[in-house]
């Protein structure tokens, strides 16, 4: 979500005539998106905006601005800590960023926090980081509550955009040659709940999933996150079914001990939790599943730990994304001081979690090998340019030799390796 906003505050500013600089000291205006999802987060905000001081004092004339979560959650506190910020302006004020600038200039440092926002900013400029796939936001905000998590206070309530908006969107990234979106909410499960067309409430998100399907040109759609709780049959059912929508499923489990499900309000159990996961085994031919796991959450104790990696034994997923919990001061957890767990105990759990996954991913990954699949590149390889690397239908980085591919060519390839992490390829 914070990387979809920054492309779309690179349009805003390209849109005022501004052109992108090549580096930090060839630049004029800096914008700081900044993420406060985890504490280290908000720490290295503090620490960069001390280095842009300066940047900042080396020519009168530049402008620094904050924004994003962490300008949401502390408001006055950035101001405080850093002065010698410009604009300081929250989540709900992007579509303000060029009008805050400017005021700024006339005016000297500014904050603008609204606390929410009325209707989804649907036509703003977007620079795309990428040539090929591209990040289409449906909803923002959050109507769940979930003890850990920092997001529903500085996202606000759920609000969806109408289908119309995004098909349009979709149909225009297409025309400029993009191949793959990927929808992005909170929620993406309960998108369209707060909606009403012709009268009528709640346009499912698998319908949204219907209509983006018929857009000639397109030939992948992914979707994060949905949430376990409402995750319905017919979505299932329409990843089945439509060729575009790429058989791979982000179900997030977070813990698998329903003391700390409870805990964590994640309002779901276990039990309802692996009926998901085989229901998604049942429906999807050869689907991958991905999740996230939070270890160390207040009062985890050994067995529910274990109980975590029951379900990591059962589910297989492809990929787990491990997290240790960090409180986030203004959510409930952050007040279960008296059963913080140890970072010893913690760091234990996250590398028994880590060794366990790594072999049930490698595992997973080997079946891929001898396999034909489609793969869309997206770019060279980090490394060198003599790879190119893409994704696979289920998501999986697969690399592949650069030789008489290009960037957006989406082709068939023979699988001939795995690593836990990734799997190489050849040309068919
Ligand atoms: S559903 Fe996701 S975004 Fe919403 S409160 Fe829970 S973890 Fe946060």
New binding site residues.
Partial sequence: MNEHDSERIAGLFEQDGMIKATSIENSDILFVNTCTIRENADDKLYGTLGQLKVWKSKNINRKLLVGGCAAQKDKELVRNRAPWVDVVMGTHNLTDVVHLLNQSEDWGPITEVADSIETLPTDAPSIRESEVSALVTIQIG?????T?????SV?GPEISRRPSDILNEVTKLVDSGIKEITLLG??VNSYGRDLKINGKSKPYFSELLYILNEIDGLKRIRFT?P?PKDFKDVTLNAVSTLDKVTKQIHI?L?SGSDTILRK???GYNKKKFLEKVDSAIIKIDNVSLTTDVIVGFPGESESDFEETLSVLKYAKFDAVYMFKFSPRPGTKAADYKDEFIDQDVINDRFMRLKQLQTEISHKRLKRFIGTTQMLLIENYSKKTNEFMTGKIDGGHTTHISSKNINIGDYVTVLINDATPFALKSELV
């Fill in positions: 959050c109507d769940n509550s979930c850990f998590c920092i997001v529903p996202r909170q929620n996150s949430h997030p977070q964590m309000q994640r």
